[in-house]
């Protein structure tokens, strides 16, 4: 037996050509109808197996045009389609002369079962008027109602689809939108307490100084040495925490507010940073290179704070150094605009690079390079609230470079 397999799909005809062949039938392959037509008026085969929809000439037009030629019109005709099941579809098909309409998948053994069916009823004699084709007009009326309607339920589908679709979207946006609130309630609460925590921590704090400087001044006599060395270390001691906590009130200061953008230039606030810093100490030779005109949107505030805290730390760290060199200019990070600060002083090991920007963190004496560790915490927190980040990367002795983007 020859049949003929009809399908867009290689992959849907290459069980369909096994099952067949494997029962010792000869199978010849097209990819639509029109295709399905040519073979068919050349090898003219003993069946026809079409799916429905496919490109270029589907399945009933394909069939259509089959009954139209006395020579092929007596060849059963199978639909066989995974799309087009309902009942409209296969009253067309069958209206049009199809022996079959099955839906797609069957095993091997179904198929041919069901094709053997078909072969075995089907008429031997002349197939009726109705099997033997169509008028052109009744055939398209009935192919557009179908099609027609087949398009309407997709419509449908894809409606139903792109509402449910929005529906989830809202949901997903108004769930974003409350963790949203929720983590910044949390925080702020957070920030809160770290804020009444160390506030109130230094009334108790003030009263140990106070106290202990009174003793060292008014009752010093009635000490020996060691007693007066170990009140000066609580006095040492107090003064540390009450700088610590100032530190930390500072740091928390700068997480809290609005931040207000407008467009701030970089450039001229580094330049007031220099001047700044040369007028507080006129004996150092510093020399500036700083490229004009950087600006970006940003909080002028703080940003301040950022470009005070990255070029003093320069500036502390070139201290040694005769010929100091503080660079400010543009670069890039990950494809964005990125500013970095760069001095030729101290430097430090690349492995603390990222501990830097804890508070209380730092890789120098206090003796050399006095300071309360808190600058760096302070400008990766600015930085970070703009959505920016910041790197540090040095090598002892040849300067440090700290880089950002806003
Ligand atoms: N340009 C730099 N070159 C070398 N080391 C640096 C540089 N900038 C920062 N550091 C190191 O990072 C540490 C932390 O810097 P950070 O600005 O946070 O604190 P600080 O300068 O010590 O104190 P302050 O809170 O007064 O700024 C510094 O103590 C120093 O060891
Ligand atoms: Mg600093």
Not at 100 to 120: I, M, Q, T, Y
Not at 170 to 183: I, K
Not at 206 to 222: K, M, T
Not at 223 to 230: K, P, S
């Amino acid at each position: 037996m020859k049949v003929l397999v009809v399908d867009d799909s290689r992959n849907d005809r290459k069980p369909i050509r096994f099952n067949f062949e494997w029962h010792g039938c000869q199978v010849l392959e097209a990819s639509n109808g029109r295709q399905g037509l040519e073979i068919a008026a050349s090898e003219k085969p003993d069946l026809i197996v079409s799916d429905c929809l496919m490109p270029i000439m589907d399945g009933f037009q394909f069939l259509h045009e089959i009954k139209k030629l006395t020579e092929l019109r007596s060849i059963p005709f199978v639909f066989y389609s995974a799309v087009y099941t309902g009942s409209k579809e296969a009253e067309l098909a069958f209206s049009l002369g199809a022996s079959a309409f099955l839906e797609k998948p069957k095993s091997p053994d179904e198929l041919w079962e069901e094709v053997g069916r078909v072969l075995a009823f089907e008429p031997v004699a002349e197939p009726p008027m109705q099997a033997r084709g169509w008028p052109e007009q009744e055939f398209l009326k009935n192919y557009s109602q179908l099609v027609a309607g087949k398009l309407e339920e997709k419509v449908r589908e894809l409606s139903d689809v792109n509402e449910s679709l929005l529906r989830l979207n809202g949901e997903l946006e108004q769930r974003v939108l409350d963790r949203t609130t929720q983590l910044e309630a949390a925080n702020e609460e957070l920030e809160m307490f770290s804020y009444s925590v160390s506030h109130d921590m230094r009334a108790p704090l003030r009263h140990i100084d106070g106290f202990s400087q009174v003793l060292a001044e008014e009752y010093a006599g009635n000490l020996n040495f060691t007693g007066r060395e170990y009140l000066e270390r609580i006095r040492k001691s107090s003064r540390r925490m009450l700088e610590m906590i100032d530190a930390i009130l500072e740091l928390s200061r700068c997480a809290r507010g609005n931040l207000v953008k407008e467009s701030v230039e970089l450039s001229s606030l580094a330049r007031e940073v220099a001047v700044e810093l040369a007028d507080a100490q006129p004996e150092r030779k510093v020399a500036f290179n700083i490229v004009e005109g950087l600006t970006v949107r940003g909080d002028a505030r703080l940003l301040r704070v950022v470009m005070e805290n990255l070029i003093s730390n320069a500036w502390k760290m070139t201290a040694q150094r005769e010929d100091a060199l503080i660079e400010f200019y543009d670069t890039r990070w990950d494809g964005s605009v990125a500013f970095a600060v760069r001095d030729n002083g101290v430097g430090f090991d690349a492995a603390y690079a990222d501990k830097l920007f804890a508070p209380f963190q730092r890789v120098h004496s206090q003796e050399e390079y006095p300071g309360r560790g808190i600058g760096l915490a302070i400008v990766r927190r600015i930085i970070n609230r703009h959505g920016g980040k910041i790197r540090a990367e040095s090598e002892p002795g040849r300067g440090a470079t700290f880089t950002f983007v806003l």
